[in-house]
């Protein structure tokens, strides 16, 4: 009986408000009684391990179903989307540029322990992205390979454009099936924020932050500005018409559960449930948001031009504007590259740094710099991505309907 009014009001409350409540709840508890916030996590990575094992599957089988059922000579926004992907992710990084110019930050460097091997060249980082292109479909959806996922369901879809009706209607059913599942995750999502939060400002708190609070200005203030006037006036050009709307609605209800999960992986479902309420053509969404959380990364290219050019400020390297101009386009490149995990973009810097000769030692050393500060970074730069997903798909297709 207890549970009838809870579910009631579950049913009533917007998933936004079950979230900001989860929220709080999370922030108190890690204050109130942080030696409970171990159990309270487990709620957190239930959640994000939820969302990662069924995410890999809803992409390959959305994209393969949409484009076995598109029809011959039907338009869909993808070309549109992919130029406001290429376009916000290079404006993303010139404003990281001018920013670094304008306020500069300065590190101190103390070789903190990091993980992983950094490419040693924009040729290696394109090298990987052929290699997991071609990578066993198999292994791909075991290891959440998201390149490789869109390049064997795009390669099956075509080949099942030719496949009888009967089998095109199986493979509808089973993306309708699999969206079904991703719906009943997310509406835990309220519980998993809740462990998630506890456990980060149970770990991390305010004080760890403190010694790079102007770099964290410096990023998180790039990172507002890019959402909230390069995005919109990005919209703008293309409807024109008052972009703040969807801009507003594409960072509330998505940007929020991003911040959280840290992963643009991982918010893929949220989006394609966001694409499907605003009515977007399931052809063009389908498609578009799993490709967006590979290569649509304005949040990294803003990580790794500002962060590049801290460690350029601290060792008194003078950065001239040819130079400056070159790092926009690296950056935007190796967001390309980064993955959609957390703290994918912060091995790619070592790369960027290599543009004004510095070493890979001390490349590294600013990237553990990144790893300190990735409570707030990586989560804001999550958050940017994966709302601008959803944003330049509604563009493009709103642009379409419109045209």
């Known amino acids: 009986m207890i549970l009838s009014p809870l579910m009631r009001w579950v049913q009533r409350t917007s998933l936004v408000t079950q979230i900001v409540i989860g929220l709080l ?27 990662k094992a069924i995410a890999p599957v809803l992409v390959f089988v959305l994209v393969m179903a949409a484009i076995s059922n598109h029809r011959p000579g039907e338009a869909t926004a993808i070309r549109p989307v992919l130029l406001l992907y ?31 091997t950094p490419p040693g060249a924009v040729s290696e ?43 095109r209607a199986a493979l509808q059913d089973a993306s309708h099936a699999v969206t079904q599942v991703i719906l009943w995750v997310i509406r835990c999502a309220p519980l998993g924020i809740l462990g998630l939060v506890a456990a980060t400002f149970a770990e991390a708190g305010a004080q760890a932050l ?13 990172m507002v500005f890019v959402a909230l006037v390069v995005n919109p006036l990005i919209v703008f050009a293309v409807l024109r018409r008052n972009p703040y709307p969807l801009v507003l609605l594409c960072l509330r209800e998505s940007g929020i559960t991003a911040f959280f999960t840290r992963s643009s992986a991982a918010n893929i479902p949220i989006n394609l449930a966001l694409c ?4 977007l053509e399931e052809e063009t969404y389908s498609v578009a948001i799993p490709l ?26 003078t ?7 070159l790092l926009c386009i690296v950056a935007s490149v190796c967001a390309c590259g980064a993955s959609g995990v957390a703290g994918g973009s912060l091995l790619l810097i070592p790369l960027a740094c290599s543009l004004f000769g510095i070493d890979n030692d001390v490349a590294m050393q600013v990237v ?36």
């Not at 499907?276 to 009515?279: H, P």
């Not at 803003?302 to 400020?313: E, F, N, P, Q, Y």
């Open 25 to 51: 709840v999370g922030v108190a508890l890690a204050i109130v009684w942080p030696a409970a916030t171990p159990s309270v996590a487990f709620l957190g990575n239930v959640f994000i391990a939820a969302l």
């Open 86 to 116: 290429v376009a916000g992710t290079v404006a993303a990084a010139l404003v990281g540029v001018v920013a670094s110019t304008w306020f500069p930050s300065t590190l101190v460097l103390q070789a903190p322990a990091t993980s992983g």
């Open 125 to 167: 980082v394109l090298l990987n992205v052929v290699n997991n292109i071609v990578a066993n479909p198999v292994r791909s959806l075991m290891e959440a390979n998201y390149i490789g996922i869109l390049a064997w369901a795009v390669a099956l879809g075509v080949a099942l454009r030719h496949a009888n009706a009967t089998t």
């Open 210 to 222: 403190w010694g790079y609070a102007h770099l964290l200005a410096v990023l998180l203030g790039c």
């Open 276 to 279: 499907q309420r605003l009515g």
């Open 292 to 317: 967006g959380a590979t290569i649509n990364m304005a949040g990294a290219a803003i990580t790794i031009s500002v962060l590049s050019l801290a460690a350029a400020h601290t060792l008194g390297i």
């Open 319 to 325: 950065v001239d504007l040819p130079s400056a101009l």
């Open 368 to 403: 553990g710099v990144g790893f300190i500060i990735g409570v707030l970074q990586d989560s804001t730069e999550t958050a940017l991505n994966s709302s601008t997903d959803v944003l330049f798909t509604a563009t493009a297709c709103m642009a379409q309907d419109k045209g």
